[in-house]
């Protein structure tokens, strides 16, 4: 477990009880991956004067017990089911059971709903926002995690090559290639997908956050596919642009892209900036003319999540650290015609980033 790590949050805060109420926070600190469920925002990990207590709907006390063992109390609560051990009442009433204020509490109000936070202040009154700082701890991966990392890069090389070979079949629609994209994630291992798959053919690649659909691929149109595995609950994230045909224009913007990424890569090492980065690479888009047609950030954190700290765009503070793991996915998106993204997950070090390829990106 890492507690110890709350433990530097909270001295550095000066606080005596800290409640995380991000699943992958939780999963982080305590092995409990609550993150894979179903179940709202329905569970607390509660840290007081270094007494961790999970709380847990009734219907999760028996696998979050198997998850986390003896180290860790389990609460489980219930409206309606009174036994061993259930506390009788809702989620923020066994928090402040467990609280029992006065004491000065830090909470991730990040993750938690606006009901929530009035039920919440009303009860345990002044708090302090420890959001950022959960966020941060979880930002320097540890080598295990990056072998976890890898290992969905690796995962998620297999479904992208499936992606590639598909896209060839003249007729084949991008609900059939995302549906083969997710089962050889499966087959290879990956309990679930990091994000739902992107497969985007032809006009639809101008959107970034394309729902793949019945539209067939046509002999000139490009595909976007954009996938990540989640492998062991961590995450992947890659995005490949196919072109089929022999369309100059769309020739011309993947050249503009992927000279954007590699040179937004380049600058990539601990110390730098993160919105240094995506300077990099909105640079290179803007000194092309298409400045107008990169219209999200750059690229993220991964990790538990796989959209997390740092933010690598153009208004972020965060500095890049060794063992960060980000993305680099600058985007060309043409409405009505076609769009290019290329990205790529790659590790921070202290000189040269690590790229996690998947398949070949150059022309």
């Known amino acids: 477990m890492r507690l110890n790590k709350l433990d530097k949050i909270m001295e550095e805060e000066g606080i005596q009880c800290s409640v995380v109420l991000s699943g992958a926070a939780i999963f982080y600190l305590t092995g409990y991956d609550y993150i894979t469920t179903d179940i709202g925002n329905a569970v607390a990990l509660v840290y007081c004067d270094r007494v961790p207590t999970l709380i847990v709907p009734v219907l999760e006390k028996n696998r979050a017990e198997a998850k986390v063992g003896d180290k860790i109390e389990v609460l489980s609560y219930s ?145 976007v596919v954009d996938i990540g595995a989640r492998y062991r609950n961590y995450c992947f994230d890659s995005t490949r642009t196919f072109i089929k045909g022999n369309s100059e224009e769309v020739k011309k913007i993947y050249e503009i892209v992927l000279q954007a990424q590699l040179e937004a890569i380049d600058t990539i090492k601990e110390g730098v900036k993160a919105s240094e980065v995506d300077l990099a690479a909105r640079r290179v888009i803007e000194k092309a003319g298409f400045g107008k047609y990169f219209i999200h950030s750059t690229g993220h954190g991964v990790g538990i999540e796989v959209h997390e700290f740092p933010a690598v765009s153009p208004t972020s503070n965060d500095v890049l650290k060794e063992n960060m793991v980000i993305t680099v996915e600058p985007g060309i998106y043409l409405k009505g015609k076609f769009g290019v993204r290329i990205e790529d997950t790659v590790i921070v070090t202290k000189k040269k980033a690590i790229v996690l390829e998947t398949v070949y990106k150059y022309l």
């Open 79 to 223: 409206y309606s089911l009174i036994g061993e051990r259930v506390f009788k009442g809702g989620l923020i009433d066994a928090i402040v059971n467990k609280i029992n204020p006065p004491k000065k509490v830090g909470i991730d109000m990040q993750n938690s709903s606006s009901s929530f936070y009035l039920s919440f202040k009303e009860k345990v009154g002044d708090y302090i926002d420890i959001s950022k700082k959960l966020a941060m701890m979880r930002a320097i991966k540890e080598e295990e995690e990056l072998e976890l990392i890898k290992k969905a890069g690796n995962i998620t090389t297999s479904a992208m090559r499936i992606g590639s070979e598909k896209i060839q079949n003249m007729g084949i629609t991008e609900r059939e290639v995302a549906g083969l994209i997710d089962m050889t994630m499966r087959n290879e291992g990956a309990e679930d997908y990091a994000f739902p798959s992107i497969v985007a053919f032809g006009e639809n690649s101008a959107f970034p956050h394309h729902v793949p659909s019945d539209k067939t691929i046509r002999e000139n149109d490009n595909a």
